[in-house]
């Protein structure tokens, strides 16, 4: 079973449909940045829950804002979504959030959308963009907020700058576009914060795995994943063995 343009398609159209849902939610009234987040998610996710259900029922279904009953685990086409990813950021009307939305195959991520809406980006994994030049010196993105130290020692043995920056969509995207080279994160996200930026850069041509070189595994019971590696695939050797160097190290 795989997937089709018609899947390429819907997924572009209900990523495109919540990200301007959420900005008009956003520009609706006055907000605490907490109570937006949460409004918003709520309003995209309903939005994407019912268009999958509706659309695809047959599938299986895995998002961030609804509670898993387990009968995803029995399908094999299954959409792992996230209606906001960098709520932070989407509450301080940043452009380094996110919407995700992702059809895996058993377990692979298969297709994938990024939508960078206040970007104006919508990201395919169907019709991937070419990648640019490599940036010298190579560009490292981090989390604005938790900064990963593995990430910190990697960027300081290769000589790479460091860029901060929101979501992990956007993250992910930034080495996707060519602002960035690499997007290495040890502090854990959970199969929604990656599965679609994972399936865009795999199109894109880039590298991405988790740290220890392993592919992506998706729908699956446990949704925590540890960590990431979506880098330049020229970069790849220097970044590994940086990486052994600072296990070693520590």
């Excluded at 599938?59 to 209606?83: A, M, Q, V």
């Excluded at 452009?95 to 960078?116: N, T």
């Excluded at 700058?161 to 995207?173: D, R």
Aim: net charge negative.
């Amino acid at each position: 079973m795989s997937w089709t343009q018609a899947d390429a398609d819907f997924a572009a159209e209900i990523a495109v449909a919540a990200g301007k849902l959420l900005q008009e939610v956003r520009a609706s009234r006055d907000w605490e940045p907490k109570e937006l987040g949460k409004a918003g998610d709520a309003a995209a996710n309903e939005l994407l829950c019912h268009a999958i259900s509706i659309e695809r029922p047959d599938d299986g279904l895995l998002s961030e804002e609804r509670k898993c009953d387990g009968s995803r685990l029995t399908k094999s086409r299954t959409w792992i979504i996230d209606p906001v990813d960098g709520t932070r950021e989407y509450g301080e009307a940043r452009d380094d959030w996110a919407v995700h939305v992702a059809l895996c195959i058993d377990g692979r991520p298969e297709l994938g959308v990024v939508a960078l809406p206040d970007a104006g980006l919508v990201l395919r994994s169907d019709a991937p963009p070419a990648l640019q030049p490599l940036n010298h010196p190579p560009r490292m993105v981090i989390s604005r907020t938790r900064p990963a130290a593995e990430a910190i020692a990697v960027a300081e043995a290769i000589g790479a700058e460091l860029v901060p920056m929101g979501s992990a969509g956007a993250k992910a995207m930034a080495v996707v576009r060519g602002l960035a080279d690499i997007y290495l994160h040890s502090g854990g996200q959970h199969e929604w914060d990656n599965a679609a930026p994972v399936a865009v850069a795999l199109a894109a041509g880039l590298h991405a795995t988790r740290l220890d070189g392993s592919p992506f595994v998706y729908n699956c019971a446990e949704t925590w994943v540890p960590d990431l590696l979506i880098c330049r695939k020229e970069l790849l050797a220097e970044v590994t063995e940086a990486l052994r160097a600072t296990a070693a190290a520590n």
